[in-house]
T-cell receptor
Framework: EVQLVESGGGLVQPGGSLRLSCEVS????????MRWVRQAPGTGLEWVAT????????YYVGSVKGRFTISRDNAKNSLYLQMNDLRIEDTAVYYC?????????????WGQGTLVSVFS | QSALTQPASVSGSPGQSVTISCTGS?????????VSWYQQHPFKAPKLVIF???ERPSGVSNRFSGSKSDNTASLTISGLQAEDEAEYYC???????????FGGGTKLTVL
């Protein structure tokens, strides 16, 4: 059974930092791109970042470039999101996601999400 | 374009069919074989129901089907059931700007 479990969310003031983690099981982690998606309260889904299988390529939505860093440790089956210089508008539930094995281009599996609240 | 365009809400009675549209542009939906759909119940994580425009993951009811014409993708749910009441989001991969764009979401109400 595929499982993704996020952790690391919490309350932080503007300008602060948090590091989110996502531990996965049930599939060969190193074979798949991984992604972070967020959902601000009462709003829709927003793709945040993608990392390739070996971590050599990383892609970000414009609003987080230079502030967020996606990384992975294939030996630990873990995905990370380092979030620096947090802003109020970064408040959201953050989900890690892996693709359905039938195709790499989707968000096939999701974690339960971890809430990041940025407040002054 | 900040988001694909979906109707804010649709509704149908049990047993009926509903279709949710997802309109983009020639840079995303129109050019992509990688349009997917997600079902999200309140306070739950999204769930993949359609990928690659028309493909259904194992375990997803065959009442869910997907299609695409030009710049608009569609999700059809037939034989509506109470459990289908949820928010639905489309997503498209694209090769310009950010690689992924989501729709704004559609609230499905089963009357």
């Amino acid at each position: 059974e595929v499982q993704l479990v996020e952790s690391g969310g919490g309350l932080v003031q503007p300008g602060g930092s948090l590091r989110l983690s996502c531990e996965v099981s049930g599939f060969t982690f190193s074979n798949y791109k991984m992604r972070w998606v967020r959902q601000a309260p009462g709003t829709g889904l927003e793709w945040v970042a993608t990392i390739t299988q070996d971590g050599s390529e990383k892609y970000y939505v414009g609003s987080v470039k230079g502030r967020f860093t996606i990384s992975r440790d294939n030996a630990k089956n873990s995905l990370y999101l380092q979030m620096n210089d947090l802003r109020i508008e970064d408040t959201a539930v953050y989900y890690c996601s892996s693709p359905h094995p039938g195709s790499g281009y989707n968000f096939g599996y999701w974690g339960q999400g971890t809430l990041v609240s940025v407040f002054s | 374009q900040s988001a694909l365009t979906q109707p804010a809400s649709v509704s149908g009675s049990p047993g009926q069919s509903v279709t949710i549209s997802c309109t983009g542009s020639s840079s995303d939906v129109g050019a992509s074989n990688f349009v997917s759909w997600y079902q999200q119940h309140p306070f739950k994580a999204p769930k993949l129901v359609i990928f690659d425009v028309t493909e259904r993951p194992s375990g997803v009811s065959n009442r869910f089907s997907g299609s695409k014409s030009d710049n608009t993708a569609s999700l059809t749910i037939s034989g509506l059931q109470a459990e289908d009441e949820a928010e639905y989001y489309c997503a498209s991969h694209r090769r310009v700007n950010t690689p992924w764009i989501f729709g704004g979401g559609t609230k499905l109400t089963v009357l």
